[in-house]
């Protein structure tokens, strides 16, 4: 068992790391909740409110694999700012979602799944749109999109309400796509949703390992998105619970960006939104969020001014603008869709770097296509190794001091090499390289961030790299 599992947030909630007493009182029920490195055996038992016959869809599905082919998709690299809480609608984006919708025209688009951990299973994520009356307060806008998925039928429940196969207490990125028939392919075929909300990550972080989790959240996007699903992300809240899983959070919610730009699709950056809440939207075991006790009695659906101070209220608000957003992108006219961002200045070489305006900063890679690099001279630089791809160069200007880290997300057969070099963008001027990451206390002045693809066993030029500085 891992050190902090995500539990259940009714019945007995975990209390902070260290305490006995919450231990002791949480121990039966942290059994067959706890995050594992190692693939579970089966899926979550039946999901659904009311009793229904099985799926034979579901039952029948054939053997997925995690990584299916993304299928032709508009060029160019979505840019998602750190700030807003909402993705921008841009003309890109909506082309990439009509692209996904394309695949299957049949799926219902009155219908969303659920995929991830406990804050998605939880019965305060959702579930209380589906009762009257609604309480609104100045978010009235939403109604309509409440009502539309009202209509919806999540086989013989609306969507609401269902529970989902996909969405399970204790779960990481990896269990959703595991097995011969999958939890995910199962709830795919017993819903056939147009749309998916999709969260993980928190529980991820227990097992260490960030890259095997980007690799996994990927490959949830890109099976949704060969069906015909377009998938919906939501960044991660803060782990109150622990110093240093908190420490982390941003490093996982950086792979969650980095996944919707890659693949164009709405992102929800939920850690942004809870930030201006009392102790940031979330309870007293430090890991889920709270809900609104209000007349109703316990009422995460309430949108009042009081009901959004509280965390899974504001995530169910933003859920529901997301879906409304994403509904949007399919059939908006160009005028109504948000501006496109203007692409990178500089070409990424050596002479002509990127530069960095903020941070934190976020960019997606795609080398196959790209010419090769001029910059080869790692002199200084321990560890680098030759590389068959194009680096890339971005500049970075530092007025103080501050600790800098570079992430190099890569899919495609290639592992990322990173570096800092000081004052100018060649090789003799590294100080610091690292495969995949590097991070350094920087003093002010200019730095050079490089991120350079390299071929691992495939024989192929690098593909994808998604690149975060932090």
């Not at 609608?89 to 025209?105: F, G, Q, W």
């Not at 209220?313 to 005028?335: D, E």
Request: charged share 25%; aromatic share 6%.
């Amino acid at each position: 068992m891992r050190r902090r599992p995500l539990t259940p947030e009714r019945g007995v909630a975990a209390g902070p790391v260290g305490r006995a007493a919450a231990r002791a009182a949480i121990a039966l029920a942290l059994v067959g909740a706890c995050t594992r490195p190692d693939p579970a055996s089966r899926p979550a038992p039946g999901r659904v409110d009311t009793p229904v016959p099985e799926s034979s869809a579901a039952a029948e599905a054939p053997p997925v694999t995690a990584r299916d082919a993304r299928g032709p998709a508009p060029r160019g690299t979505a840019r998602y700012p750190a700030g807003p809480v909402h993705s921008p609608v841009t003309a890109l984006v909506a082309r990439s979602v009509a692209d996904i919708a394309a695949r299957d025209p049949s799926l219902q688009g009155d219908v969303f799944a659920k995929v991830g951990d406990s804050l998605t299973a939880s019965g305060d994520f959702l579930r209380c749109f589906a009762r009257d009356p609604l309480e609104l307060g100045a978010q009235g806008e939403v109604r309509a999109t409440i009502e539309h998925f009202r209509a919806g039928n999540a086989r013989g429940v609306d969507p609401y309400r269902r529970l989902s196969w996909a969405a399970t207490i204790g779960w990481s990125a990896w269990q959703v796509l595991h097995g011969s028939t999958p939890p995910l392919a199962r709830e795919h075929a017993d819903v056939r949703p147009r749309f998916a909300l999709v969260q993980f990550g928190t529980n991820d972080i227990e097992i260490g390992a960030l890259h095997a989790f980007s690799d996994h959240l990927l490959d949830i996007v890109d099976w949704l998105g060969a069906r015909g699903t377009i998938p919906i992300l939501f960044t991660l809240p803060p782990r109150l619970d622990d110093a240093r899983a908190n420490g982390e959070v941003p490093r996982y919610s950086a792979a969650i960006r980095l996944a919707a730009m890659a693949r164009r699709v709405p992102l929800v950056d939920f850690g942004e939104a809870l930030r201006s809440l009392p102790h940031q939207g979330i309870g007293p075991d430090g890991i889920h969020p709270t809900s609104h006790q209000g007349r109703r009695g316990r009422d995460a659906c309430d949108l009042g001014e009081e009901g959004l101070k509280s965390g899974y209220n504001l995530r169910n608000l933003l859920a529901v603008q997301a879906l409304a957003r994403a509904r949007q992108a399919l059939t908006a006219a160009p005028a109504t869709l948000d501006p496109e961002l203007p692409p990178l200045a500089g070409s990424g070489d050596a002479g002509d770097p990127h530069p960095i305006a903020s941070l934190p900063f976020f960019d997606v890679v795609d080398e196959q296509d790209g010419p090769e690099g001029a910059l080869r001279d790692y002199s200084g630089c321990a560890g680098a190794r030759a590389a068959p791809g194009r680096e890339r160069v971005y500049r970075l200007t530092l007025t103080t001091a501050r600790r800098v880290e570079v992430i190099g997300f890569d899919r495609g057969g290639a592992e990322a090499d990173v570096a800092l070099l000081e004052g100018r963008a060649e090789g003799s001027a590294c100080r610091y390289h690292g495969r995949r990451s590097v991070s350094a206390a920087l003093g002010p002045g200019t730095w050079f961030v490089v991120v350079d693809p390299v071929s691992v066993g495939t024989g192929r030029r690098p593909g994808e790299t998604l690149v975060a500085v932090l």
